[in-house]
């Protein structure tokens, strides 16, 4: 008999395997193909990766370890979880305020970038991106963004799609997506790696990803590198509270966190190490920026034996990575709205749905009829994107580390993260406070402020 919807458990993970697909899902996205490979390609190369790493594990990590824990312990979306953990002070649930304006405004721009990559892939298929010469790939990109039509109907293409998985649920939508896609994307990534290896200009390519050049790193370089580690990790604005509230009280939450943020890690190196030796080979420039996927990635391959079923199922990859991630960043407005004021999820998908057109659209128009509006010197695009990963993330992981460290408290996080007692884990928690009270909030606050030019 169907239980009657007032006392219907609430939808969650069913296993552990499926916990670690949906968050790892989570964090590989468009930041692993797209963000890391550019931003490494333009900040001098393994010098960024060392501080893009150092933020992992001084803010990224402990912040994503804090989050998880909180979602768990109050079963509830990015706002209420504050209201739930802290009754006596309402203004904690600005944070999940501000998680659930950040998830509308990274998918502003990020259904953006996934609408050209689900275009890329009918356009490598059918043959018209591949060129081996840039200038072709270049025009090819060009047009598509500047056509107002195609750019938002991409989006809206990837908007109901990633609706359509929302709306089938936690465990039956978003843990068996994810368990089903994640394979498939390594299996992809590494077949583009080993053939990428093989070219020769592999050892200059990965020459170019492991040797360090400090001489770039700047204070806004640094709070790049701080951004990306948010960013990848999706911690800072609500991801990782929603989804902690669908993890299983027997779940070991510190450990979870780490093995995501290593395979993360990975996938991010793996995908250098089939950009870079590929851009070297054909005598591309690694300081292509975000066009990187988008121009050189065709150009590249396309010169290469089989390169069009290579083009094909890069892209293939980038939709499958994006879907994960996107899927995460919309169930925290539809979980805040599920819970809060009891609509569907049909309903509460339709409504984020329909409001992330109306604002992704502003994002999809900035190569068009919007180009020229700018605010602070940046497209809609370009603003919603620095906005999140250089401010609202940092700001919002600074927080989070503040509520836990000052407020919540160490005998919380102990009985949170050990399971009630459940775990012998003593010394991780002790790391893992003494981070998140000290050493994560002065590490971002300083960051914030240099790369903000404050101090
Ligand atoms: N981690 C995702 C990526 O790298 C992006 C993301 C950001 C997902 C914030 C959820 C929340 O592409």
Redesign the pocket.
Same mark, same amino acid.
């Given at each position: 008999m169907e239980t009657p919807k007032a006392v219907k458990a609430r939808d969650s993970f069913t296993t552990g395997l499926g916990v670690i697909a949906a968050t790892l899902g989570?964090?590989?996205?468009?930041?692993?193909i797209?963000?890391?490979p550019a931003l490494t390609g333009l900040n001098g190369g393994a010098a960024f990766i060392v501080v893009y790493l150092l933020s992992t594990l001084m803010a990224g990590l402990p912040v994503m370890i804090a989050e998880l824990m909180l979602g768990r312990r109050s079963k509830s979306d990015a706002l209420t979880t504050f209201r739930v953990l802290h009754p006596e002070r309402e203004s904690w649930s600005l944070i999940g305020a501000a998680g659930v304006l950040?998830?509308f405004l990274?998918l502003a721009f990020?259904t953006e970038v996934a609408g050209w990559v689900f275009a890329y892939i009918f356009k490598a298929a059918s043959g018209s991106i591949l060129s081996a010469d840039p200038k072709v790939t270049s025009a090819a990109f060009a047009k598509l963004i500047a056509d107002p039509v195609q750019s938002v109907f991409w989006q809206c293409v990837v908007i109901a799609f990633v609706g359509a998985i929302i709306v089938m649920g936690v465990s039956k939508g978003i843990e068996k997506t994810t368990k089903r896609l994640m394979p498939v994307l390594f299996l992809i990534l590494v077949m583009i790696g080993v053939r990428s290896l093989m070219l020769p200009g592999a050892a200059q390519g990965l020459d170019f990803l492991f040797r360090p050049d400090f001489s770039k790193v700047t204070g806004a370089v640094v709070l790049t590198a701080m951004g990306l580690a948010?960013?990848?990790?999706?911690?800072?604005?609500g *991801?990782?509270i929603t989804y902690g509230s669908y993890f299983r009280n027997d779940q070991n939450v510190p450990m979870t966190a780490l093995r995501v943020m290593l395979a993360?890690l990975t996938v991010s190196i793996l995908a250098g190490v089939a950009i870079f030796p590929a851009v070297f080979t054909f005598g591309f420039k690694p300081e292509a920026g975000p066009s990187l996927l988008f121009i050189t990635i065709p150009a590249v391959f396309s010169q290469m034996p089989f390169g069009n079923v290579f083009v094909v199922l890069f892209f293939v990859l980038g939709a499958i990575?994006?879907t994960g991630?996107?899927l995460?960043?919309m169930e925290?407005p539809v979980a805040y709205l599920h819970q809060r004021f009891g609509v569907s999820r049909f309903n509460a998908t339709a409504a984020t749905g329909i409001l992330l057109a109306l604002i992704g659209s502003t994002a999809a128009l900035s190569n068009s009829v919007l180009a020229e509006f700018k605010l602070f010197g940046m497209t809609m695009f370009d603003l919603y994107d620095f906005l *999140?990963s250089n401010l609202l993330?940092p700001v919002g992981g600074l927080f989070i580390c503040i509520f836990v460290g000052w407020v919540w408290g160490e005998k919380q996080v102990r009985a949170a993260l050990s399971n009630d007692g459940q775990l012998q884990n003593g010394a991780v928690i002790r790391i893992f406070f003494f981070i998140v009270r000290y050493v994560a909030p002065v590490t971002i606050g300083v960051i914030l402020l240099r790369g903000l030019k404050i101090i």
């Open positions: 989570s964090a590989v996205g468009l930041g692993n797209w963000k890391f950040s998830a990274i990020y948010f960013f990848k990790l999706s911690v800072g604005m *991801t990782m993360d990575a994006s991630a996107m995460s960043i925290v *999140t993330m």
